[in-house]
Structure formats: structure tokens, C-alpha cells
């Protein structure tokens, strides 16, 4: 799978540098959480977080519900992933699995911060390791914290992980990232509904698309409930509807 040019032998492995510096398979994982051909948003306000991405079924045949990218990780943080499906499930059922052993040895739940520093040292010791791959997954997290309040996480293939304000994954990253920063410039302390509707707006632009309530799914946490919650179609459908009053 050698390229031509300088790049020529060195992405065949993963824990050998290029002459310029670069680990080609860590950029490939990167670009594989595009060819989902999903993207991917969260947004955080100022007592609340939402989290929503696209729903495609990819066959008729196929029973709606059991098709999702959310996917709650504590009983007060959750996920939107963005990318490989069986490599999004993997990283989920670690972040579980990490939750649950932390809980079990600290006496309460795991942080939002924690889940995403820790999956994020688990994601770069992946490109360490010769026999291994990285993940080819975005994870978004979301979560409710008793001291910081509500937090937003990115996590990359790469291991880099930050918090954000805003942030999106997927096909139209760019596009949704330059959206969002002229939508946060003008609105820094947007409550629930506000956090909602901005993070619908954006994905609708970016794509150019208006959405049905089963098209799109939506986890939120809040300081009235803190607890991770997948809003239901009727309660998607509300928003859709104020969103294109306000239009």
C-alpha cells in the first residue's frame, strides 16, 4: 500500500515517522471518520450540552431502532460517534468498561473529563504499538458535572482530546465548524433551548437539508436534568418546528 513520492513505504507502519515528520496510518484513521459519510455536532451552553448527528438506516430490511450513534456511557455522560461503526462500538464499551471501574474503586461517577483523557491515552497508545491500528472513530462527549456543570469533550483517532464550546466530526466538519463559530460569537451563554436549536441550524445548513424527526437524533444533558437523555421523535419534532417558525 506504498505511495509514490516521499510518502513512499513509510504508511505501512504505524510506528514509523516519514523524513517529513508525519504518521501517515494516524492520518488515515483521521480521514476515516469521514467516510461514514455522517457528521456530527455538539454544542455547549451555559447550564446545558446537546450532542446530534444524522440517522440513515442503510436498509430497508433493517429495524430503525436498533440503528444509533448515541450511546450513553454513565448515567450522566454520553456520546455521539462519528466514523467506523464496530471501532465506535469498541470505544464505547471501554469508556463503559473504564466508567464502571472507576465508580467501583473512587466511589463516584466518572467526570466527562476523565472519560475523554482517558479513552484519548487509550486511542494514542494505539499508534505506539506495531501490532495494533488506530481506531477510525470521532467520539463526542457530552456530560453533566456537580462542579464544572455542563462539558463538552472531542476525542480523535490520534489521542488528542479537548473540551469545546462548540465542535462537530464527520464529512462536513469545516463547513459546520465555520458555521458554529459566527453562531457562538453572537450567543456565548445560550440556555437548553438555544444550545438545541443551534446545533439543528447547523447541521441542517451544512447540508442543505430539512429534516424529518426521524432523520436525526439528539442526547442532551441540562442542569434541570442532568441526567444523559436521547430526545424521542415528538420531542425532536417541537424543535424542528420552532426552528422553522423562527425562519
Known amino acids: ?7 513512499a513505504g513509510f504508511d505501512r507502519s504505524i510506528t514509523i515517522f516519514s523524513p517529513e515528520g508525519r504518521l501517515y496510518q494516524v492520518e488515515y484513521a483521521l480521514k476515516a471518520v469521514n467516510q461514514s459519510g455522517l457528521t456530527s455536532i455538539g454544542v455547549r451552553g451555559s447550564d446545558s450540552a446537546c450532542i446530534i448527528t444524522q440517522k440513515k438506516v442503510p436498509d430497508k430490511l433493517v429495524d430503525p431502532d436498533t440503528v444509533t450513534h448515541l450511546y450513553r456511557i454513565t448515567k450522566h455522560s454520553g456520546c455521539v460517534m462519528t466514523g467506523m461503526v464496530a471501532d465506535s462500538d469498541m470505544m464505547v464499551q471501554r469508556g463503559r468498561y473504564e466508567s464502571a471501574d472507576y465508580k467501583y474503586h473512587y466511589g463516584y461517577e466518572m467526570p466527562p473529563d476523565m472519560i475523554a483523557k482517558r479513552l484519548a491515552d487509550i486511542g494514542q497508545s494505539y499508534t505506539q504499538i506495531a501490532h495494533m491500528r488506530p481506531l477510525g472513530c470521532c467520539m463526542i462527549v457530552i456530560g453533566w458535572d456537580e462542579e464544572k456543570g455542563a462539558q463538552l469533550y472531542r476525542v ?4 488528542f482530546y479537548c473540551g469545546f464550546r462548540a465542535c462537530s466530526a464527520g464529512s462536513k466538519q469545516i463547513e459546520s465548524n465555520n458555521y458554529l463559530e459566527k453562531k457562538i460569537k453572537k450567543n456565548t451563554m445560550m440556555n437548553k433551548q438555544d444550545v438545541i436549536l443551534t446545533a439543528i441550524a447547523t447541521l441542517s445548513h451544512v447540508l442543505a437539508a430539512d429534516f424529518k424527526p426521524s432523520e436525526i437524533e439528539i442526547g ?5 436534568n442532568p441526567a444523559f437523555t436521547v430526545l424521542p421523535e415528538a420531542e425532536v419534532d417541537r424543535y424542528l418546528t420552532i426552528l422553522a417558525e423562527k425562519d
Open 1 to 7: 500500500m506504498s505511495r509514490g513520492g516521499s510518502s
Open 156 to 159: 480523535d483517532p490520534s489521542g
Open 220 to 224: 442532551v444533558v441540562s442542569k434541570d
